[in-house]
Structure formats: structure tokens, C-alpha cells
């Protein structure tokens, strides 16, 4: 079992940028793969990025692949999210998640067994 804790949410002007970092403790992080989702006012949970278990594969939806950078440091049981040109559509609660299915970096919700307990993200236009 893990235990995933995001911070570095906030209020930020539209074209900022914030880092997300999710802290993990308990079982070995490097054996997780992990993801970013987020979860709008009114909307559903949807992924932002995901990454595999050593870095080695990324990928993250297409609109935000030009701005968002998925990142993980297995040495310090951290995974990062780097958001850039924000803007108000990012505008969410953005949670962490863990998956201990290594063949697969999973682009659904239901892929993950692990979550935190959400990071919220403000973009004023």
C-alpha cells in the first residue's frame, strides 16, 4: 500500500505556471506507475498525464501535452507535475494516483488503486 499526498496547488494568473509534486510514502514508490487527473467544477475526473514506473514512458492528453511536463523522482518517492501557460480550463482539484500494474500506464481512472487527496488549481483569466 502507498500513501500519495499532493501539493503545490493555488491561485495563479492565466499564462503562470505552478508545479505540482506528490509525496509518496509506504510500499517502494518505483514499483508504482503513476498519474495525474484532475476533476473541474461540474466535470468528471479525467487524466492529465501518466508516467511509467522508472520515467521511461510519458504521455499526457493532447491538450496539455504542449504545456504540461509529467516527472518523477524515484529517489525522492516524488512524482511532479509542471503546468506552464495556464489557463482558466485548468481550473480544477488535480489528484495524483498509483497503479501496480506494470504494463501499462494507464489513461483511465479505473487503472488506479492508489489517490490522494487532491491539490486544488485556480486560473483567473
Known amino acids: 500500500q502507498v500513501q500519495l499526498v499532493e501539493s503545490g496547488g493555488g491561485l495563479v494568473q492565466a499564462g503562470g505556471s505552478l508545479r505540482l509534486s506528490c509525496a509518496a510514502s509506504?510500499?517502494?514508490?518505483?514499483?508504482?506507475?503513476m498519474g495525474w487527473f484532475r476533476q473541474g467544477p461540474g466535470k468528471e475526473r479525467e487524466v492529465v498525464c501518466a508516467?511509467?514506473?522508472?520515467?521511461?514512458?510519458?504521455s499526457c492528453v493532447d491538450y496539455v501535452k504542449d504545456r504540461f511536463t509529467i516527472s518523477r523522482d524515484n529517489a525522492r518517492n516524488t512524482l511532479y507535475l509542471q503546468m506552464n501557460s495556464l489557463k482558466a480550463e485548468d481550473t480544477a482539484v488535480y489528484y495524483c494516483?498509483?497503479?501496480?500494474?506494470?504494463?501499462?500506464?494507464?489513461?483511465?481512472?479505473?487503472?488506479?488503486?492508489?489517490w490522494g487527496q487532491g491539490t486544488q488549481v485556480t486560473v483567473s483569466s
Open positions: 509506504g510500499r517502494s514508490f518505483e514499483i508504482y506507475a
Open positions: 494516483a498509483a497503479d501496480t500494474n506494470p504494463l501499462r500506464v494507464g489513461q483511465a481512472a479505473s487503472d488506479y488503486e492508489y
Open positions: 508516467i511509467s514506473q522508472r520515467g521511461g514512458i510519458k
